[in-house]
């Protein structure tokens, strides 16, 4: 069950953290993946350097995907390297300062919508053409429990991750007639490198709250995205599953 052999997926900011775990899930999974990043070609050479090892067929693809001609040039690689995106994974994501609303301007605000609107937006638009012609398509993005929670001094995230989950559910809607699924993942706060200089005393409380009992770990979200993208998960759509051991149960 679960097999993704014969398909091609794309993972954008995949050369660490979540990004990372998810496309060498998918890859061992079967299928044929593309890495995507934009900053540090050391750490993204590496990442592709572990996929190899471990067995996956991958392509690896400098590109920033909040760039409509970058993101066009970025999927046209991929098909070219692997085949045509048959999974897509929009994850790329910036930084995330929490502070109340008066410390935040509106470019803050924007660069969310960019990274969380404007690229699932842009990139779905590049890759439907194929997903329709052969009327399979999967649509992961990758979003937060922060919605479900109404996260404080945090608004420009939360907004723009509820905009992210509302855009995933209208297209749910739009694509299913064409075998295409739109789904969303929200993750917990699962520590990955750019939490390392995280207060001990936060992630004490944060843990504390976690139903489960234990963080959780990228390969939990890796595990649901490869539900989401197999031929078992083809009557799920326009859903968000939160991957957060319980810390919001309904």
Known sequence: MFSLEGRVALVTGSSKGLGKAIALGLGKAGAR???NYQNN????????????RSGCKIALVRANVIDAADVQRLCE????E???????IPNATPDQP???????????????IDFFLKSPYL?????????????????????????????GNFSAYVAAKGAQIGWSRSMATELAPHGITVNTIAPGWIPV?????????????????????????????????VYYASTEAAFVTGQTLCVNGGATPW
């Open 123 to 151: 990139l779905t638009r590049a890759t439907l053409p194929h997903m329709k012609q052969q009327k399979f398509g999967r649509i992961i993005n990758i979003t937060s429990e922060v919605f479900h929670l109404s996260v």
């Open 77 to 80: 690689t991929v098909a070219k």
């Open 98 to 112: 929490q502070k109340p609303i008066e410390q935040y301007d509106w470019d803050f605000y924007q660069s969310m």
């Open 41 to 52: 070609a050391a750490k993204a050479e590496a990442t592709a350097e572990e996929l190899r």
């Open 193 to 225: 490198e750019r939490h390392e200089k995280d207060p001990q005393e936060v992630k004490d409380a944060y843990l504390a709250s976690i139903p489960a009992r234990r963080w959780g770990t990228p390969e939990d979200v890796a595990n649901a995205a």
């Open 82 to 88: 692997l085949g045509p995106i048959d999974i897509l």
């Open 33 to 35: 993946v593309a890495i």
